[in-house]
């Protein structure tokens, strides 16, 4: 069963504190993404990771941080969140980087207050 | 910063319409790709095209680069066609990276 998983799916946080979104796929690809999505703003990418601790910056990086520890398993941290981090977070994963056709998670709903 | 446009910003067909979706971009692009986001909000990768012409289904891209422009042809639209249609910049020159545009949105009427 091909799937992306992403825990938790909706989570509110106050400002300040540590937010751990989790993603994970069944399909052994090598290429993972983070996204967040925001209303009128279309998706922006976070980070990329093209296997276990091969990480790559994205259009948008600051105030994250990821963690890939295993290939089936990508992790975004948020250090002290701040308001302006209140999105929709998508993970997506791929065999291969360039080109190579996207499989997303259900997205997970974050609320900094 | 990078800018990919897409237009119409939304648009109404009648079942069994064909529907063309722009995306203007303002910078080198290696690839184009288009993804559909359901009125649920989950994603779906579609076509992932570099240049020229490809088709898939019904729809067909066609990427030209060097004018910086892409299209996405839905033909015959069915009414779960709708929902929105994202179109991306991808750069991997040095690293990669994506720019998506805002999107258009779709609806198909009976």
């Known amino acids: 069963d091909m799937k992306v998983t992403q825990m938790p799916r909706y989570l509110i946080k106050r400002m300040g504190e540590n937010v751990l979104l989790e993603c994970g796929q069944d399909?052994?690809?090598?290429?993972m993404y983070w996204y967040r999505q925001d209303p009128g703003l279309g998706l922006q990418l976070i980070y990329i990771?093209?296997?276990?601790?091969?990480?790559s910056e994205g259009d948008i990086p600051k105030g994250y941080r990821v963690s890939r520890k295993k290939r089936e398993h990508f992790s975004l941290i948020l250090d002290s969140a701040k308001t302006n981090q209140t999105s929709v977070y998508f993970c997506?994963?791929?065999?291969?980087?360039?080109?190579?056709?996207?499989?997303f998670g259900p997205g997970t709903r974050l609320t900094v207050l | 910063g990078q800018q990919v446009q897409q237009s119409p910003a939304s648009l109404v067909l009648q079942e069994g319409e064909n529907a063309e979706l722009q995306c203007n971009f303002s910078?080198?692009?290696?690839?184009l790709q288009w993804f559909y986001q359901r009125p649920g909000g989950s994603l779906v990768s579609l076509l992932s095209?570099?240049?020229g012409t490809k088709h898939t289904g019904r729809l067909t891209s066609t990427t030209v680069t060097k004018e910086r422009r892409g299209s996405l042809h839905i033909s015959s639209s069915q009414i779960t066609d709708s929902g929105t249609y994202l179109c991306?910049?991808?750069?991997?020159?040095?690293?990669?990276?994506?720019?998506f545009g805002k999107g258009t949105s779709l609806t198909v009427i009976p």
């Open positions: 991306a910049m991808e750069r991997d020159t040095g690293y990669q990276n994506f720019y």
């Open positions: 910078s080198t692009a290696t690839r």
């Open positions: 399909m052994s690809h090598e290429t």
């Open positions: 990771s093209y296997d276990v601790d091969s990480n």
């Open positions: 095209n570099p240049s």
């Open positions: 997506a994963s791929s065999w291969g980087g360039r080109g190579a056709e996207q499989f």
